[in-house]
């Protein structure tokens, strides 16, 4: 991609629309420091942001959601809980690195149940959910570390009419929260 500008504020959701191969994925791994930026830069709260790694992307406040949630978000053999707190780890730990496993718990249940999440429990493992609580569960795992701008691509894809609903409402809670969303959609 070339010659890409935008300013996205607290409290706004930015659509990116394209066909597939349109680079809209590439767009927003480069953002998230999944790919190198040639050039250019990444600005939060007027701030540039070096972001050389998805690590530093979410120190700096963002998260993304990736476009396929069976190849590059869940780990299907592991439970919605873990599923959930995978991505907030460090604030769910005491001193030493230990996971606090009854916050972590908690954590994963008050997400699960904001995001209204169908599961039997939280150790049913992922893969046998579908995709839409899936989808969810994703999205509570982004959400756990509190970020300051939302990354989506292609957040309702292969989900069914009531998990898009829920899903769209979510996105527009946050924002209302002041949460910057950047959506990409085909």
């Known amino acids: 991609f070339d010659d890409v500008s935008f300013d996205v504020r607290r409290g706004e959701v930015f659509g990116i629309g394209g066909l597939v191969g349109a680079q809209r994925t590439e767009l927003l791994e480069s953002i998230f420091g999944l790919r190198p930026l040639a050039e250019g830069e990444v600005r939060i709260g007027g701030k540039r942001v070096d972001l ?92 756990m570390t509190d970020p300051d701008v939302l990354l989506l691509d292609e957040p309702t894809r292969g989900i069914d009419v009531g998990a898009k609903y829920e899903i769209y409402t979510i996105i527009n809670e946050l924002a209302a929260a002041g949460t910057a969303v950047i959506m990409v959609s085909s």
Do not use: C
């Open 52 to 143: 050389r790694s998805p690590r530093q992307a979410k120190r700096a406040g963002m998260a993304l959601l990736t476009e396929d949630r069976r190849a590059s978000g869940i780990v299907p053999t592991r439970s919605v809980l873990e599923n959930t707190t995978i991505a907030a780890l460090g604030s769910l730990s005491r001193r030493g690195g230990v996971v606090n496993a009854g916050v972590a718990r908690e954590r994963s249940r008050e997400y699960s149940q904001r995001l209204n999440v169908r599961s039997p429990s939280l150790e049913t493992l992922i893969m046998s959910l579908s995709g839409g609580n899936q989808q969810k569960v994703l999205l509570a795992r982004w959400l």
